[in-house]
């Protein structure tokens, strides 16, 4: 990100995005609607999304942040700043594994009793209750996210439901920023209005992709997609213990981390009770399980 704030650019995947209304609007705050779980409903249904300041307790979500980053060496982490700070030395351990396989630290972690316990917080399990209106079972399958700014590297413009497609669409994804999340530090950025298109409409756009081989994403140049459909990008500078949920139809995407503060996130989905559930999420995540 360089300059003020009239000649911000943002980036996701290295190909850069003007901060201008042109591509980006801010998220609408849902948080006061919370406890009416009617209007809640329905301002999901006409979003496509819900983004919720205050969900969690920001010293509960710091104290997730620090555990996940006390199990780095210590070079990962800047001299004289904690791991509940999550800030960034300018140099990767050269014998750290790929992100998420066996033997990196978010491969254990969200297998830990210290995730699950945050994971089965029952505001969480409320919120989704709220919006799918009836019980609701959480995944196994549950994400840990983690960006530094060595390299930029975001999530790719998609839809959920092209990884979870094998089982029922009545589920939701609960995002949750574990510390901090403003713009710079790669925040998730929600196309305006995609959740009730036809998903073939998402098809031309997957000719500029980095992805070639893989359809499941849709673009890795966010300005190219909010051109072509004439949409914004949603964002929002995410707190601590703000938590957003989405449709598996909504698109959505992340930018590039360009803070020392690391990105870090965890991604959960709930499903309706007694839907059919995909397999591929009722196992613990991998960094290379393909799915
Ligand atoms: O955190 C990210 O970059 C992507 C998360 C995501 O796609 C999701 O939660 O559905």
Known sequence: MTGNSMTLTLSSNGVAVPFDPRYFAPLRDSSALRSDPDELRARYTEDGYLYLRGVLDPDAVTAVRDA????FHPSYLRAGTTPAQGIFSGRRPADLPSHGVNGHPAHAFVRSVRFEAFASDPALAALAQDVLAGAVE???????????????????????????DAGSDQLLTAWIPL???????????????????????????????????????????????????????????????????????????????????????????????????????LVAWAGDDGN
């Not at 399958?141 to 930029?152: A, K, L, N």
């Open 179 to 281: 510390g901090d999340c403003p713009r710079s530090t790669g925040g998730l950025v929600y196309l305006e209005g995609t959740h009730t298109m036809e998903r073939s409409s998402f098809d031309p756009l997957r000719t500029v992709t980095d992805r070639p081989g893989d359809s499941r994403s849709i673009s890795h140049d966010l300005a190219w997609v909010a051109e072509r459909l004439g949409r914004r990008w949603r964002w929002a500078d995410y707190q601590a213990g703000d938590v957003t949920v989405h449709s598996p139809h909504r698109v959505h995407a992340s930018l590039d981390t360009t803070t020392d503060a690391m990105r870090l996130s965890a991604d959960l989905r709930f499903l309706r009770r007694g839907q059919p559930a995909d397999a591929r999420w």
């Open 68 to 71: 996940y980053f006390s199990q």
């Open 138 to 164: 959480r995944l196994p399958r549950s994400i840990v996210r983690h960006f530094d700014r060595s390299s930029p590297t975001a999530s790719r413009a998609h839809v959920d439901y092209s990884y979870l």
